[in-house]
Protein backbone atom coordinates (compact mmCIF):
# COMPACT_ATOMS: atom_id res chain seq x y z
CA UNK A 1 0.00 0.00 0.00
CA UNK A 2 1.43 3.20 -0.91
CA UNK A 3 1.70 5.83 2.12
CA UNK A 4 0.75 9.34 1.67
CA UNK A 5 3.14 11.38 1.87
CA UNK A 6 2.75 14.13 5.16
CA UNK A 7 2.13 17.60 4.35
CA UNK A 8 4.17 20.09 6.56
CA UNK A 9 4.09 24.34 6.71
CA UNK A 10 6.88 25.72 7.28
CA UNK A 11 7.42 28.96 8.59
CA UNK A 12 9.77 29.81 6.42
CA UNK A 13 12.15 33.39 6.67
CA UNK A 14 14.91 32.81 3.80
CA UNK A 15 17.69 32.82 6.66
CA UNK A 16 20.15 29.96 7.52
CA UNK A 17 18.09 27.98 10.20
CA UNK A 18 14.82 27.52 7.68
CA UNK A 19 16.59 27.17 4.92
CA UNK A 20 18.32 24.17 6.33
CA UNK A 21 14.80 23.28 8.15
CA UNK A 22 13.40 22.77 4.23
CA UNK A 23 15.65 20.87 2.77
CA UNK A 24 15.96 18.35 5.93
CA UNK A 25 11.84 18.19 6.48
CA UNK A 26 12.02 17.34 2.32
CA UNK A 27 14.57 14.58 3.30
CA UNK A 28 12.13 13.23 6.04
CA UNK A 29 9.85 12.59 3.13
CA UNK A 30 7.53 15.61 3.89
CA UNK A 31 5.76 17.58 1.34
CA UNK A 32 6.58 20.95 2.48
CA UNK A 33 4.61 23.79 1.95
CA UNK A 34 6.50 27.82 2.81
CA UNK A 35 4.96 30.06 4.46
CA UNK A 36 6.22 33.90 4.93
CA UNK A 37 5.21 36.19 6.45
CA UNK A 38 6.34 39.89 5.20
CA UNK A 39 6.82 42.01 8.36
CA UNK A 40 9.35 44.02 6.47
CA UNK A 41 12.19 41.47 6.60
CA UNK A 42 15.61 41.60 5.23
CA UNK A 43 14.37 39.42 1.81
CA UNK A 44 11.83 40.75 -0.63
CA UNK A 45 9.20 38.50 -1.52
CA UNK A 46 10.78 37.76 -4.74
CA UNK A 47 14.20 36.65 -3.24
CA UNK A 48 11.96 34.31 -0.70
CA UNK A 49 9.86 32.72 -3.53
CA UNK A 50 13.39 32.18 -6.11
CA UNK A 51 15.20 30.29 -2.65
CA UNK A 52 12.37 28.51 -2.14
CA UNK A 53 11.90 27.30 -5.74
CA UNK A 54 15.88 26.41 -5.75
CA UNK A 55 15.52 24.22 -3.10
CA UNK A 56 12.39 22.64 -5.40
CA UNK A 57 9.43 23.95 -3.28
CA UNK A 58 6.26 24.54 -5.35
CA UNK A 59 4.17 26.28 -3.39
CA UNK A 60 5.00 29.09 -1.54
CA UNK A 61 2.81 31.52 0.65
CA UNK A 62 4.09 34.81 1.43
CA UNK A 63 1.53 37.69 2.82
CA UNK A 64 2.11 40.77 3.35
CA UNK A 65 1.47 41.26 6.97
CA UNK A 66 2.93 44.50 7.36
CA UNK A 67 -0.43 46.51 8.21
CA UNK A 68 -1.68 43.76 10.47
CA UNK A 69 1.60 43.60 12.39
CA UNK A 70 1.62 47.50 12.83
CA UNK A 71 -2.26 47.80 14.24
CA UNK A 72 -3.30 44.58 15.92
CA UNK A 73 0.39 43.95 17.73
CA UNK A 74 2.63 46.88 17.77
CA UNK A 75 0.00 49.57 18.19
CA UNK A 76 -1.55 47.47 21.40
CA UNK A 77 2.20 47.43 22.58
CA UNK A 78 3.16 50.91 22.01
CA UNK A 79 -0.31 52.31 24.09
CA UNK A 80 1.07 49.76 26.81
CA UNK A 81 4.57 50.79 26.62
CA UNK A 82 5.75 47.28 26.58
CA UNK A 83 9.68 47.56 26.67
CA UNK A 84 11.50 44.40 28.00
CA UNK A 85 13.98 45.13 30.34
CA UNK A 86 14.45 48.27 29.61
CA UNK A 87 15.97 48.16 26.19
CA UNK A 88 13.95 46.41 23.95
CA UNK A 89 10.73 46.89 22.11
CA UNK A 90 9.79 43.51 21.17
CA UNK A 91 10.14 43.52 17.29
CA UNK A 92 10.65 40.20 17.27
CA UNK A 93 8.69 39.00 20.07
CA UNK A 94 5.72 41.12 18.86
CA UNK A 95 6.30 39.04 15.30
CA UNK A 96 5.80 35.67 16.22
CA UNK A 97 2.19 35.38 16.88
CA UNK A 98 1.05 36.99 14.26
CA UNK A 99 3.18 34.29 12.20
CA UNK A 100 1.78 31.53 14.10
CA UNK A 101 -1.89 32.85 13.23
CA UNK A 102 -1.17 32.64 9.82
CA UNK A 103 0.65 29.70 9.83
CA UNK A 104 -2.53 28.21 11.32
CA UNK A 105 -4.44 29.55 8.36
CA UNK A 106 -2.34 28.12 6.13
CA UNK A 107 -2.15 24.90 7.67
CA UNK A 108 -6.30 25.27 7.48
CA UNK A 109 -6.28 26.09 4.06
CA UNK A 110 -3.63 23.20 2.70
CA UNK A 111 -5.88 20.46 5.29
CA UNK A 112 -1.82 19.90 6.56
CA UNK A 113 -1.36 17.89 9.98
CA UNK A 114 1.77 19.55 10.62
CA UNK A 115 3.39 22.62 10.77
CA UNK A 116 7.44 23.87 11.03
CA UNK A 117 9.15 26.31 12.38
CA UNK A 118 13.12 26.98 12.76
CA UNK A 119 13.41 27.96 16.44
CA UNK A 120 16.06 26.61 18.44
CA UNK A 121 16.03 25.04 21.33
CA UNK A 122 17.67 27.60 23.29
CA UNK A 123 15.70 30.71 22.53
CA UNK A 124 11.92 31.95 23.07
CA UNK A 125 10.72 31.88 19.59
CA UNK A 126 10.04 28.14 19.98
CA UNK A 127 7.61 29.44 23.30
CA UNK A 128 6.14 31.81 21.09
CA UNK A 129 4.82 29.98 18.34
CA UNK A 130 4.31 26.78 19.84
CA UNK A 131 2.04 28.41 22.44
CA UNK A 132 0.25 30.58 19.99
CA UNK A 133 -0.34 27.46 17.18
CA UNK A 134 -1.65 25.18 20.47
CA UNK A 135 -4.03 27.84 21.35
CA UNK A 136 -4.89 28.88 18.05
CA UNK A 137 -5.31 24.74 16.44
CA UNK A 138 -4.42 22.22 19.27
CA UNK A 139 -4.64 19.43 16.62
CA UNK A 140 -2.25 20.68 14.71
CA UNK A 141 1.24 18.53 15.15
CA UNK A 142 4.56 20.73 15.59
CA UNK A 143 7.91 19.53 14.52
CA UNK A 144 11.02 21.79 15.38
CA UNK A 145 14.22 20.27 13.21
CA UNK A 146 16.39 22.55 15.26
CA UNK A 147 15.96 20.66 18.74
CA UNK A 148 15.83 17.28 17.00
CA UNK A 149 18.36 17.14 14.02
CA UNK A 150 22.52 16.97 13.99
CA UNK A 151 23.54 20.15 13.25
CA UNK A 152 24.31 21.51 16.28
CA UNK A 153 25.97 24.48 15.34
CA UNK A 154 25.63 27.92 12.81
CA UNK A 155 28.81 26.34 11.37
CA UNK A 156 27.54 22.68 10.80
CA UNK A 157 24.35 24.36 9.66
CA UNK A 158 26.45 26.39 6.79
CA UNK A 159 28.28 23.63 5.75
CA UNK A 160 25.40 21.55 5.80
CA UNK A 161 23.75 24.52 3.38
CA UNK A 162 26.85 24.64 1.09
CA UNK A 163 26.83 20.41 0.65
CA UNK A 164 22.73 20.33 -0.02
CA UNK A 165 23.10 23.49 -2.57
CA UNK A 166 20.91 25.30 -0.33
CA UNK A 167 21.08 29.60 -1.16
CA UNK A 168 22.24 31.35 1.93
CA UNK A 169 23.48 34.95 2.73
CA UNK A 170 25.64 34.39 5.86
CA UNK A 171 28.91 33.10 5.26
CA UNK A 172 30.96 31.88 8.14
CA UNK A 173 32.69 35.09 8.81
CA UNK A 174 29.78 37.39 9.24
CA UNK A 175 27.72 34.33 11.45
CA UNK A 176 25.01 36.95 13.04
CA UNK A 177 21.69 35.62 13.37
CA UNK A 178 19.47 38.82 12.25
CA UNK A 179 15.53 39.10 12.37
CA UNK A 180 14.22 42.12 11.13
CA UNK A 181 10.46 43.69 10.91
CA UNK A 182 9.36 46.88 10.78
CA UNK A 183 9.43 47.73 14.58
CA UNK A 184 13.31 46.92 14.35
CA UNK A 185 16.05 44.20 13.80
CA UNK A 186 17.14 41.70 16.73
CA UNK A 187 20.78 40.71 15.93
CA UNK A 188 23.10 38.26 17.65
CA UNK A 189 25.89 35.18 17.59
CA UNK A 190 29.13 35.37 16.39
CA UNK A 191 31.84 38.13 17.77
CA UNK A 192 28.99 39.59 19.32
CA UNK A 193 28.85 36.39 21.97
CA UNK A 194 31.59 37.90 23.61
CA UNK A 195 30.78 40.58 26.31
CA UNK A 196 34.20 42.32 25.33
CA UNK A 197 33.30 42.53 21.76
CA UNK A 198 31.38 46.20 20.97
CA UNK A 199 29.14 45.34 18.35
CA UNK A 200 31.06 46.11 14.88
CA UNK A 201 29.71 48.32 11.97
CA UNK A 202 28.71 45.39 9.55
CA UNK A 203 26.22 44.27 12.35
CA UNK A 204 23.62 47.24 11.63
CA UNK A 205 21.14 47.60 8.79
CA UNK A 206 18.92 49.98 9.83
CA UNK A 207 20.77 52.78 11.28
CA UNK A 208 24.04 55.03 10.50
CA UNK A 209 27.18 54.61 12.20
CA UNK A 210 27.43 57.46 15.36
CA UNK A 211 30.14 59.26 13.19
CA UNK A 212 28.66 59.87 10.05
CA UNK A 213 25.16 61.40 11.61
CA UNK A 214 24.19 64.41 10.28
CA UNK A 215 25.91 67.48 12.23
CA UNK A 216 22.43 69.29 12.35
CA UNK A 217 19.51 68.11 14.18
CA UNK A 218 16.26 67.03 13.08
CA UNK A 219 12.76 68.13 14.32
CA UNK A 220 9.96 65.80 14.16
CA UNK A 221 6.18 66.58 14.92
CA UNK A 222 4.25 63.24 16.11
CA UNK A 223 0.37 63.93 16.75
CA UNK A 224 -1.17 60.84 18.88
CA UNK A 225 -5.10 59.94 18.93
CA UNK A 226 -6.25 58.56 21.35
CA UNK A 227 -2.90 57.03 21.78
CA UNK A 228 -2.26 55.92 18.03
CA UNK A 229 0.50 57.96 16.09
CA UNK A 230 -1.53 59.89 12.97
CA UNK A 231 0.55 62.47 11.51
CA UNK A 232 4.11 62.78 11.01
CA UNK A 233 5.12 66.69 10.21
CA UNK A 234 1.14 67.68 10.04
CA UNK A 235 0.86 64.65 7.06
CA UNK A 236 -1.47 61.76 8.20
CA UNK A 237 0.19 59.00 6.90
CA UNK A 238 -1.22 54.68 7.91
CA UNK A 239 0.70 53.38 10.33
CA UNK A 240 2.86 51.57 8.01
CA UNK A 241 4.57 54.35 6.48
CA UNK A 242 4.40 56.14 9.73
CA UNK A 243 6.66 53.73 10.84
CA UNK A 244 8.87 53.25 7.89
CA UNK A 245 8.97 57.10 7.50
CA UNK A 246 10.87 57.23 11.32
CA UNK A 247 13.10 54.10 10.40
CA UNK A 248 14.68 55.93 7.49
CA UNK A 249 14.78 59.23 9.35
CA UNK A 250 15.83 57.99 12.86
CA UNK A 251 18.38 55.58 11.35
CA UNK A 252 19.89 58.30 9.74
CA UNK A 253 20.23 59.98 13.09
CA UNK A 254 21.58 56.58 14.62
CA UNK A 255 18.42 56.19 16.59
CA UNK A 256 17.22 53.91 18.46
CA UNK A 257 20.61 51.18 19.20
CA UNK A 258 20.25 49.28 22.21
CA UNK A 259 22.96 46.59 23.66
CA UNK A 260 21.37 44.29 26.35
CA UNK A 261 22.36 41.50 28.61
CA UNK A 262 19.26 39.53 28.51
CA UNK A 263 16.67 37.02 30.29
CA UNK A 264 15.67 34.70 28.33
CA UNK A 265 12.30 32.60 28.76
CA UNK A 266 14.43 29.12 28.83
CA UNK A 267 16.60 30.38 32.24
CA UNK A 268 19.95 31.67 29.69
CA UNK A 269 21.49 35.48 29.75
CA UNK A 270 22.17 35.83 26.39
CA UNK A 271 22.93 38.88 24.49
CA UNK A 272 21.44 40.87 21.91
CA UNK A 273 22.14 44.00 19.94
CA UNK A 274 19.01 46.00 18.79
CA UNK A 275 17.85 49.23 16.22
CA UNK A 276 14.32 49.96 16.57
CA UNK A 277 14.80 53.71 15.15
CA UNK A 278 11.08 54.60 14.76
CA UNK A 279 9.94 52.68 17.93
CA UNK A 280 12.22 54.37 19.75
CA UNK A 281 10.98 57.79 18.98
CA UNK A 282 7.31 56.72 19.13
CA UNK A 283 7.68 54.78 22.62
CA UNK A 284 9.24 57.81 24.40
CA UNK A 285 7.21 60.73 21.85
CA UNK A 286 4.29 58.43 23.40
CA UNK A 287 5.49 57.82 26.76
CA UNK A 288 5.63 62.08 26.98
CA UNK A 289 2.25 62.59 25.88
CA UNK A 290 1.10 60.42 28.56
CA UNK A 291 3.08 62.34 31.60
CA UNK A 292 0.93 65.21 30.25
CA UNK A 293 -2.91 64.10 29.77
CA UNK A 294 -2.82 61.13 32.62
CA UNK A 295 -3.46 61.66 36.23
CA UNK A 296 -0.95 60.67 38.54
CA UNK A 297 -2.35 57.68 39.84
CA UNK A 298 -3.08 56.16 35.99
CA UNK A 299 0.44 56.76 35.10
CA UNK A 300 1.50 54.92 38.17
CA UNK A 301 -0.54 52.35 37.29
CA UNK A 302 0.33 52.09 33.50
CA UNK A 303 4.20 51.17 34.85
CA UNK A 304 2.73 48.24 36.56
CA UNK A 305 1.36 47.39 33.13
CA UNK A 306 4.07 48.18 31.23
CA UNK A 307 6.33 45.90 33.05
CA UNK A 308 3.66 43.13 32.79
CA UNK A 309 3.00 43.38 29.60
CA UNK A 310 6.64 43.91 28.17
CA UNK A 311 6.90 40.03 30.25
CA UNK A 312 3.74 38.30 28.64
CA UNK A 313 4.80 39.62 25.25
CA UNK A 314 8.28 38.23 25.42
CA UNK A 315 7.23 35.10 27.25
CA UNK A 316 5.15 33.80 24.13
CA UNK A 317 1.48 34.65 25.89
CA UNK A 318 0.06 37.14 23.35
CA UNK A 319 -2.87 35.08 22.87
CA UNK A 320 -3.79 34.83 26.80
CA UNK A 321 -6.48 36.11 28.66
CA UNK A 322 -4.44 38.69 31.14
CA UNK A 323 -2.72 39.69 28.28
CA UNK A 324 -6.47 40.44 26.86
CA UNK A 325 -7.29 41.83 30.07
CA UNK A 326 -3.96 43.99 30.33
CA UNK A 327 -5.02 45.69 26.37
CA UNK A 328 -8.83 46.41 28.42
CA UNK A 329 -7.28 48.89 30.86
CA UNK A 330 -4.80 50.09 28.37
CA UNK A 331 -7.16 51.18 25.30
CA UNK A 332 -9.55 52.71 28.10
CA UNK A 333 -6.25 54.74 29.51
CA UNK A 334 -5.97 56.10 26.05
CA UNK A 335 -8.88 57.80 25.34
CA UNK A 336 -7.06 61.29 26.63
CA UNK A 337 -4.01 60.79 24.74
CA UNK A 338 -4.18 62.93 21.98
CA UNK A 339 -1.94 65.49 21.43
CA UNK A 340 1.42 66.80 19.84
CA UNK A 341 4.41 65.76 20.58
CA UNK A 342 7.86 67.46 18.89
CA UNK A 343 11.25 65.32 19.16
CA UNK A 344 14.52 66.16 18.21
CA UNK A 345 17.05 63.98 17.23
CA UNK A 346 20.76 64.70 16.96
CA UNK A 347 23.53 61.86 17.60
CA UNK A 348 21.66 58.94 18.78
CA UNK A 349 19.26 60.98 21.21
CA UNK A 350 16.31 61.28 21.28
CA UNK A 351 15.23 64.92 22.87
CA UNK A 352 11.92 65.97 23.46
CA UNK A 353 11.63 69.27 22.06
CA UNK A 354 7.44 70.68 22.67
CA UNK A 355 4.46 68.90 23.71
CA UNK A 356 0.53 69.95 23.27
CA UNK A 357 -2.67 68.52 23.52
CA UNK A 358 -6.31 69.53 24.40
CA UNK A 359 -6.63 67.17 27.11
CA UNK A 360 -3.07 68.98 28.88
CA UNK A 361 -3.44 68.25 32.69
CA UNK A 362 -0.52 70.99 33.08
CA UNK A 363 -2.00 74.16 34.37
CA UNK A 364 0.79 76.99 34.57
CA UNK A 365 -1.33 78.92 36.63
CA UNK A 366 -0.30 76.83 39.31
CA UNK A 367 3.26 75.36 38.65
CA UNK A 368 4.02 79.71 37.83
CA UNK A 369 6.00 81.31 40.28
CA UNK A 370 5.72 84.06 38.52
CA UNK A 371 2.93 87.27 39.12
CA UNK A 372 -0.58 84.85 37.69
CA UNK A 373 0.02 82.72 40.18
CA UNK A 374 -3.43 80.59 41.08
CA UNK A 375 -1.88 78.12 43.50
CA UNK A 376 -3.61 78.37 47.22
CA UNK A 377 -0.78 78.72 49.67
CA UNK A 378 -2.68 79.19 52.70
CA UNK A 379 -3.33 75.10 51.98
CA UNK A 380 0.17 73.87 52.77
CA UNK A 381 1.07 73.76 56.19
CA UNK A 382 -2.12 72.18 56.84
CA UNK A 383 -1.74 69.79 53.67
CA UNK A 384 2.09 69.11 55.13
CA UNK A 385 0.96 68.63 58.61
CA UNK A 386 -1.42 66.01 57.69
CA UNK A 387 0.94 64.25 54.74
CA UNK A 388 4.11 63.51 57.48
CA UNK A 389 1.98 62.56 60.40
CA UNK A 390 2.58 59.01 60.23
CA UNK A 391 6.23 59.51 59.91
CA UNK A 392 6.78 62.29 62.81
CA UNK A 393 7.19 60.90 66.39
CA UNK A 394 5.33 64.43 67.73
N1 LIG B 1 16.23 38.00 21.73
C1 LIG B 1 15.14 38.43 20.93
C2 LIG B 1 13.86 37.82 21.39
O1 LIG B 1 13.87 36.81 22.01
C3 LIG B 1 15.34 38.17 19.46
C4 LIG B 1 15.41 36.73 19.05
C5 LIG B 1 15.75 36.49 17.60
N2 LIG B 1 17.04 37.04 17.29
C6 LIG B 1 17.72 36.84 16.17
N3 LIG B 1 18.81 37.52 16.03
N4 LIG B 1 17.32 36.00 15.26
O2 LIG B 1 12.81 38.36 21.11
Request: a positive charge.
Amino acid sequence: MATKTKKIILAYSGGLDTSCCLQWLKDKGFEVVCFSADLGSEFSPKELRAAAKKCGISKVYIKDLKSEFANDYILPALKAGAVYQNKYLLATALGRPLIAKHLVEVAKEERAEFVAHGCSAKGNDQVRIEIAVRILNPALKIIAPLRVWELTSRKSEIAYAIQKKIPIKTTTEKIYSIDKNIWGVSIEAGILEDLDNEPKEDAFIMTNPLERTPAVPCYLDIEFDKGKPVKLNNKSLDLVNLIEKLNKIGGNHCIGRTDLIEDRTVGIKSREVYEAPAAWILHLAHKELEALVLDKQTLYFKELISLQYSQLVYQGLWFSKIKQSLDAFTEKAQNVVSGKITVKLYKGNIIISKRSSKNSLYKKELATYGEKDKFNRDWAEGFVNIWGMPFIDK
